[in-house]
């Protein structure tokens, strides 16, 4: 591909969230070959400042580093479609109109903004190719007819051909890696680790919650919490853990599932669009329903028991079944499809719109 490529998204690391953006930049990285340009939020933090002006200054520093710039792009990758677009559709009217605009759906840009605003579908009159991270998140998109990918963002090339441990040499009995907030479902884990009172648990990851959670588990001597994790600690604590825990209310696809199955460990998961296109229950984990909030806790607990109760036998075979899920979204299988794809626009003649 001879043509420049820029990767913008609107996701970067904070002090809260020090890993935030993390699969975006793994895709950069994942397509050095192409020399790409990437730009993200650098001013982020959990200000009230911040948040209210975050997206002017974002929207500055782009116009300052690219629009007023004699570098030209042709291919724009635009990682979170709203309010990102707009970047987008700025260099596009104001530096290279024949640009071609790639987005990279991630989830809360499409459930988030049902219904859509005049101005959200106006501005995807612009895009030329539209990445969706599941099935289910590409159905819900307001327009079908715009060309489309189901493409996942892709797990780091360190959880590839990772030797699986013995479930009677694992530490944990059960993870958590994510946000701590309420759509993940930390009011679901206080719930239910109060009902697993023996449990060993690890506990990683930041969020409005994490507080809560640690008091309310303070008295608690089997569950440990991490925070910063490296892709490779990530891993080593993935192994080390017998069964993985996504209680999400959505998720559009949960790289931290695939992530888990990767190291071969079974993943129990809420029914969202991420684990409907990752988790085959009794194959590599189990899903429970979320229509009632009620059996959500009850029916997680069973599960639980379930995975607990399989041989060693039983659960080798399901930890070789997760790596085999895992494997097809290694960031470098991912980073193939879309220079494919890249080159697919470089190549082609540019409509009138």
Known sequence: MSSRLLIVTNMGPKASAPFQGQFVRNQVDALAALHPDFF??????????????????????????YVLSVRCFDVLHVHYYYPTIWLALTYKWLR????KIVVTFHGSDIYLYKPESALYKFAAKFVRHCIFTSKSLQ?????QDIPSTVLPAGIHPVFA???????????????????????????????????????????????????????????RSNVTFYTG??????????RQ???????????????????????????????????????HDGDNGYKVAQDNEQTVVPALREKIHQLFS????????????????????????????????????????NPKE
């Open 310 to 349: 399989l041989t060693p036998a039983q659960y080798q075979q399901m930890q070789q079944t997760c790596q085999t899920s895992a494997r097809p979204y290694l960031v470098s299988t991912v980073a193939t499809a879309l220079m494919d794809l890249y080159q697919s626009l470089s190549d082609a003649q």
């Open 96 to 99: 290279n109109p024949r640009v």
């Open 241 to 279: 853990s017998r069964v993985f825990l996504s209680l999400s209310r959505n998720e559009s696809f949960g790289l931290v599932m695939t992530e888990a199955m990767a190291c071969g460990t079974p993943v129990l998961a809420t029914v969202t669009d991420g684990s409907t296109a990752q988790v």
């Open 40 to 65: 993200y939020m650098t001013w982020h933090n959990d200000s009230k400042l911040n948040r209210l002006f975050k997206y002017p200054v974002l929207w500055l520093q782009f116009v300052w580093r």
């Open 139 to 143: 159905q819900k998109f307001f327009r």
């Open 229 to 238: 994790q490296t892709p490779v600690q990530l891993a080593a604590l993935y």
């Open 161 to 219: 051909n990772v030797e699986p441990v013995p479930v009677e040499e694992k530490s944990f009995d059960l993870l958590y890696v994510g946000t701590m907030d309420h759509n993940k479902g930390m009011d679901r884990l206080l719930a239910l680790l109060e009902q697993l009172p023996d449990a060993r648990v690890a506990l990683v990851g930041e969020g409005p919650w994490r507080e809560k959670v640690q008091q309310a588990l303070a008295t």
